[in-house]
């Protein structure tokens, strides 16, 4: 009995020729029948050989159900079942008529596994297939040549600086932040700081997050700015939306890849750029501003943004932004036909814009307002009422982030505060020697060698004095739709169908 996988010979019941040493080898083509999970065909055989249901009967599983009794010898030599191969072997070649040359190379042609047409292997002659097999040829894996199609992508490489690239220099010193500045990056430029001067062409061919030294010595880190880094750092005309408080406003909305979104107040365009990373490629941004400067400034960093996106990414940012210098109050025939999934508001009186943008959000949409005063959040509650728009406030909340500042704490005379552990009947030590215990002289570049062990330096924890305190009230409104008032006899002639009406 062969045990080589996938023996062609011994499913068909022919006595196996190959020789020992390929058993277990994969043979060059195979047919197998594959038994669905329940069969009614399989009989007592199925249980006299130990067949399973659900599994393929090919080597050593047993002798199949479709192997016809004698006539074995015949099945190990296949030849063409097409007639026209047949007839058109016995006549001379130059006989054939130019259809049947054409025929012969179609059945010539590769198919799949590397089969012809002519050679393509077929189901025994007068076989019938058993009830819930199957005749078909095997998924088989090919190991010559190495199969690409599942292989994960390799990752992205490092992109080196190249010229239009905006970069982002810092420079610390004493765990404070001396400088930070963004600027692009171009063949003939100069870095000029009160720390000294870097030319432009030595940081060209560099990887980010470099760190380079200044004509003064000074260490500058060098690095492509991140997102919220860019909204910080870019060219202001009025006050820009913090991330932290566009993050919350994301979260309300809850939209993403191929929602369209409609804006108003562009402003320097802070929010733009984190919608337009948000609805990707596949959506849409309408950012309505009414003053032509902030306009065009929100347009300018929309655009620096992109430029740079596709330097340092070689990929272009989605073209998904259509800016429009239009007030949104008169912005009806602009907003004609659309719908929108989310309302971003960030103006001075956005009680006035909201029933222009309640005709065009979708029901069950989220309208979110970004104001500065809570008075400015009266004035849009009031609003809702008097307009008696189904607006449903969720959500009036503050974003507070509070950096903090961890350092090891250093006297005024440069040495390390030591750190006190109390003592059971031992007299304290006089101030000047426990001064003496684990103090560090700075050096001349001012910092500490750091050569104690550990926990032998105190460290100071607190919140850090430099921080942004209050940027925003954010406000969710949901837009919904009312029950149904259902008449009745009795029905009170002073019911009021507005939304803030309470009473029962």
């Known amino acids: ?295 065009s400034n929100a347009k300018r960093n929309y655009q620096r943004w992109r430029n740079a996106w596709e330097v340092a990414h070689e990929k272009e940012w989605p073209n998904n932004v259509e800016f429009i210098n239009k007030d949104i109050v008169t912005a009806t025939d602009d907003l004609q036909g659309k719908m929108f999934d989310a309302v971003a508001l960030d103006m001075l009186n956005p009680q006035l814009a909201l029933p222009v943008v309640y005709k065009h959000l979708k029901q069950g949409g989220v309208c979110a307002v970004y104001l500065a005063n809570i008075t400015q959040v009266v004035d849009l509650l009031e609003g809702i009422r008097s307009c008696q728009l189904f607006f449903s406030c969720e959500k009036i909340s503050e974003v507070i982030h509070r950096n903090w500042l961890v350092a090891p704490a250093i006297r005024k005379d440069g040495s390390t505060a030591p750190r006190v552990k109390p003592q059971n009947n031992v007299y304290s030590e006089s101030e000047d020697e426990q001064r003496k215990v684990g103090t560090k002289v700075l050096e001349d570049n001012g910092e500490e060698e750091d050569t104690k062990p550990f926990c032998t330096i105190p460290y100071i924890a607190r919140p850090h004095h430099e921080q942004a305190s209050h940027t925003a009230f954010l406000v969710k409104l949901r837009k919904f739709r009312p029950a149904q008032l259902y008449s009745t006899p009795h029905k009170s002639e002073n019911s009021s169908k507005s939304p803030w009406n309470y009473e029962d």
Not at 285 to 291: D, G, T
Request: proline letters at 8%; charged letters at 20%; hydrophobic letters at 30%.
């Open 1 to 295: 009995m062969c045990e080589a996988t996938h023996c062609f010979q011994q499913q068909f019941g022919a006595r196996c020729n190959y020789p020992s040493w390929s058993l277990g080898t994969r043979l060059p083509f195979s047919r197998n029948l594959v038994s669905p999970g329940s069969s009614s065909g399989a009989g007592d055989e199925g249980e006299e050989d130990g067949l399973e249901p659900g599994r393929e009967v090919g080597a050593g599983q047993g002798r199949p159900a479709w192997t016809r009794p004698g006539s074995r010898a015949e099945l190990s030599r296949r030849r063409s079942l097409l007639p026209l191969e047949r007839v058109s072997s016995l006549i001379p070649q130059e006989m054939l008529s130019q259809d049947v040359m054409d025929l012969q190379q179609i059945n010539q042609e590769p198919g799949p596994k590397g089969y012809t047409g002519a050679s393509m292997p077929s189901a025994p002659t007068g076989w019938q297939a058993a009830p819930g097999y199957s005749w078909h040829l095997p998924q088989e894996d090919d190991h010559g040549q190495e199969d690409t199609t599942c292989q994960p992508n390799p990752p992205n490489r490092e992109v080196p600086f190249k010229p239009g690239d905006v970069v982002l220099v810092e420079f610390r010193r004493r765990h404070c932040l001396e400088l930070q500045k963004m600027f692009n990056l171009v063949k003939d430029g100069k870095l000029h700081s009160q720390w000294g001067m870097l030319s432009h062409q030595e940081i060209l061919g560099h990887l980010p997050g470099q760190v380079f030294r200044t004509s003064t010595g000074f260490k500058f880190i060098l690095r492509r700015p991140s997102l919220e880094e860019f909204v910080l750092l870019m060219k202001r005309g009025p006050a820009i939306s913090y991330p932290k408080d566009i993050s919350a406003m994301l979260m309300m909305m809850d939209i993403g890849s191929g929602n369209h979104v409609l804006e108003s107040g562009s402003g320097s365009g802070a929010m733009t750029l984190y919608l337009s990373r948000t609805v990707g490629s596949s959506g849409h941004v309408y950012s309505f501003e009414v003053r032509p400067d902030h306009h």
